[in-house]
Nanobody, 125 residues
Framework: QVQLVESGGGLVQAGGSLRLSCAAS????????MGWFRQAPGKEREFVAA???????YYGDSVKGRFSISRDNAKNTVYLQMNSLKPEDTAVYYC???????????????????WGQGTQVTVSS
């Protein structure tokens, strides 16, 4: 069975950095596009970043230039490096996997096949 487990969330001061990890198992990791989404209280789920099989990357407008997504296929792990954090980055961050990954669909949450439980990121002002 497929399992995605996020880690690395926590409390950080505004302007600080945090790195999230998502460990995947039960799938051929290299053949999946991987994405990060987030959802804050009272807000719609938002696309954060995605990375394709060839390590092409895509970012939501609100995080571009501050966040960086990467993957280590040998470890079946995708990372989200978050720098220059702002209070508005506070949310639950979810890792997702898409077996039919394509650049024109990477930001559409319901097209992803598997999801992790999420990890809380809180940025204090």
């Amino acid at each position: 069975q497929v399992q995605l487990v996020e880690s690395g969330g926590g409390l950080v001061q505004a302007g600080g950095s945090l790195r999230l990890s998502c460990a995947a198992s039960g799938l051929t990791f290299y053949n999946y596009g991987m994405g990060w989404f987030r959802q804050a209280p009272g807000k719609e789920r938002e696309f954060v970043a995605a990375i394709g099989r060839s390590r092409s990357t895509y970012y939501g407008d609100s995080v571009k230039g501050r966040f960086s997504i990467s993957r280590d296929n040998a470890k079946n792990t995708v990372y989200l490096q978050m720098n220059s954090l702002k209070p508005e980055d506070t949310a639950v961050y979810y890792c997702a996997a898409d077996q039919n990954y394509a650049p024109n669909t990477i930001s559409i949450a319901h097209l992803y096949d598997y999801w992790g439980q999420g990890t809380q990121v809180t940025v204090s002002s």
